[in-house]
């Protein structure tokens, strides 16, 4: 197709956002329909030639950067009126070029709940095969790291577990185990409860990151990616039921002959929506936006994991990832042993886990938080009382998540230079709450496409939330008293031993709880009489040819990390999409 340039006024498809949806999507209709033009239309630039992303012992060190959009919450009343920012990719590969990594799988439960809710065929078997088409798993050590099922070959975006686990990772597991987990080898099987090493996405053979810009080699020709340029509005026809295209900041216009498919991610897809007057009315008005489709779903529905955190002082003779912040010459060192690939800290790509319900945690007195979540259910909201249910009645959905993670991951930073605790090294372990009750929201703030939205995810909102958050901080600290993990330490760094009493917990709490990176829902695919915005096959309510595959239309919260579903959510919206043009 060597027509198909990205100087062109009308493609067949735009695909809005090259992240880890977008660029998931468009290369399937790239492969599957090689007769039509696809444009890419990505905010950030290229960065595949940025070492702070390729490299995995360097990630993180975007996060704020310039590839960033960094996009700040309202302050948080529950959450010590602290505004907390949301990290997400400007750049191609959008937050799977950012992120931490971690490629795990929520459980069968989870995914079955999106055709319960309301949207047939989106199932724990249909995901599970499109999941499985994303990856190639990889094996530096046999089945000992992992068992046989769960995982895919031969798909773009590579995965691995750990090779060398420093011991602050090892003695986690043997922990948890000492706590009542059980070892699971095969935990993206559908099943994730237990403790295990996970895999991470990234490529044994040279030690970098996957992401989804993995997925272009697989492209035709006719897949045109534009860098450095901004969707402002879906242009709509004069009956507001279809789409003709694009216009970009700067005033571009760029007409679609099929369709226009929204992968802004759930941050970001609400806000080009309501500018180009879909949604609300009563938002749209107060924006000074004229409303051309009504659809109150748009930007409501926001749901995270709540993530909270301890710290430990490793003992001297441990060798973590810190050293490489207040050492340079090590850092150099490692660098360059990297570079040739051979056993190098900037090879780290992945930790020690753990999933489990409240009653291994709590005990009896799991009871108190069970109804605390009755009292944070509102009866009327079906992915409220779905939540309710694999609380209650679901023993194989985790309600919490645990990290075990080498390098000190605190909400205050690693210590700087000239104060306590610079020049040590940590081990962190996290805790992620998996399904919280409150849903938040996501709206633009006013008609100018550069200002940010206006976040709210409402953090630590329901009585649930709080007290279950505050059970996991609570945790943690029994985990590291568990053996073998006092071995590796000198003493807890965060919280420390002025948190103690029940309402230091709290305070703890409020004062630290922070995103787990994982907002979603904000475009749920659901019945339009409950909330939604996308129909089952993810076509936005009453406009014939736009769609939405991204994050945001995860409907309900699902466990664990949650890529690997947003790429299953582009594998499987592609095969919708070419089902309905393949001739
Ligand atoms: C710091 C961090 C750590 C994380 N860690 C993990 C992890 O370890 N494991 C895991 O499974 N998940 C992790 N996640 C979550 C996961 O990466 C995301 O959920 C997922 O990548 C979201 O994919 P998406 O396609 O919805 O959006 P994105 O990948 O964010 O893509 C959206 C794209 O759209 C572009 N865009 C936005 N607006 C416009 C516009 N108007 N015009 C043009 N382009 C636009 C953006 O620049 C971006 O490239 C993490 C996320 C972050 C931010």
Same mark, same amino acid.
């Given at each position: ?407 000190? *991951?605190?909400?205050? #930073? ?6 306590? &605790?610079?020049?040590?090294?940590? %081990? /962190? +372990? @996290? ?124 409907? *309900?919260?699902?466990? #664990? ?6 790429? &299953?959510?582009?594998?499987?919206? %592609? /095969? +919708? @999409? ?6």
């Amino acid at each position: 197709n060597a027509s198909c340039r990205s100087d062109r006024s009308d493609y067949d498809f735009i695909v809005v956002g090259g992240g880890t949806a977008g660029l998931a999507v468009a290369t399937r209709l790239s492969q599957k329909l090689p007769n039509d033009c696809i444009l890419v239309i990505e905010a950030g630039p290229d960065g595949r030639e940025e070492q702070r992303i390729y490299v995995p012992g360097l990630r993180g060190t975007t996060l704020g950067g310039q590839l960033d959009w960094a996009l700040p919450t309202v302050p948080q009343d529950a959450a010590s009126n602290r505004t907390i920012t949301h990290n997400r990719g400007k750049v191609l590969g959008g937050s799977s070029a950012l992120n931490l990594l971690v490629w795990n799988r929520a459980t069968i439960k989870e995914f079955d709940a999106w055709e319960e809710l309301g949207s047939p065929g989106w199932n724990w078997k249909n995901m599970y095969s499109n999941m499985l088409k994303v990856e190639n798993f990889q094996r530096a050590k046999g089945e000992a790291q992992y068992g046989r099922e769960g995982i895919g070959y031969g798909g773009p975006v590579n995965a691995a577990l750990i090779e060398n686990p420093p011991i602050h990772l090892r003695n986690g597991i043997l922990a948890l185990e000492n706590r009542g987990f059980r070892e699971n080898l095969q935990s993206l099987n559908g099943n994730n409860i237990g403790t295990m090493y996970q895999p991470a996405a990234n490529r044994l053979s040279n030690h970098t990151r996957s992401y989804s810009v993995d997925y272009l080699p697989r492209a035709g020709p006719n897949l045109v990616i534009l860098f450095n340029s901004t969707v402002r509005t879906v242009n709509l026809d004069d009956n507001n039921s279809k789409t003709t295209g694009v216009l970009l900041i700067g005033g571009r216009e760029i007409r679609a002959k099929k369709e226009v498919i929204i992968s802004a991610g759930s941050l970001l897809s609400p806000k080009i929506l309501e500018l180009s007057g879909i949604g609300q009315k009563d938002i749209l008005s107060k924006a000074g936006i004229k409303q051309r489709v009504d659809l109150p779903g748009v930007g409501e529905n926001l749901q995270d994991h709540l993530r909270i955190q301890a710290t430990y002082e490793l003992k001297q003779d441990i060798l973590g990832l810190d050293i490489l912040k207040y050492n340079a010459t090590r850092a150099a060192i490692e660098l360059d042993l990297w570079r040739r690939n051979l056993t190098s800290l900037y090879q780290y790509a992945g930790s020690a886990y753990g999933f489990t319900k409240w009653d291994t945690v709590l005990g009896k007195s799991q009871d108190n938080l069970l109804r605390l979540a009755n009292q944070s259910t509102d009866m009327s909201n079906i992915i409220d009382r779905k939540k309710l249910q694999f609380l209650t009645d679901a023993k194989s959905v985790p309600d919490l998540q645990l990290v075990f993670s080498d390098g000190y *991951i605190g909400t205050r #930073g690693y210590p700087k230079n000239g104060t306590a &605790g610079y020049g040590k090294q940590y %081990a /962190t +372990i @996290i805790a992620g709450v998996m399904h919280p009750f409150a849903r938040g929201s996501v709206h633009i703030n006013g008609s100018d496409v550069a200002t940010n939205p206006i976040i709210d995810p409402k953090f630590l909102s329901t009585p649930y939330d709080l007290e279950a958050l505050k059970q996991a901080a609570q945790y943690l600290r029994k985990i590291s008293q568990t053996p073998p993990y006092p071995d590796v330490y000198v003493k807890e760094f965060d919280p420390g031993n002025v948190v103690l009493t029940d309402a230091q917990w709290e305070k703890y709490v409020r004062d630290n709880v922070y995103t787990f990176y994982h907002p979603l829902g904000s475009c749920a695919m659901l019945p339009k009489k409950d909330g939604g915005v996308v129909d089952p096959s993810l076509r936005v309510y009453g406009v014939e040819n736009l769609r939405i595959v991204d994050a945001s239309v995860i409907p *309900i919260i699902i466990s #664990g990390n949650i890529q690997t579903a947003v790429y &299953g959510i582009a594998e499987r919206a %592609a /095969t +919708i @999409i070419v089902e309905k043009y393949r001739s």
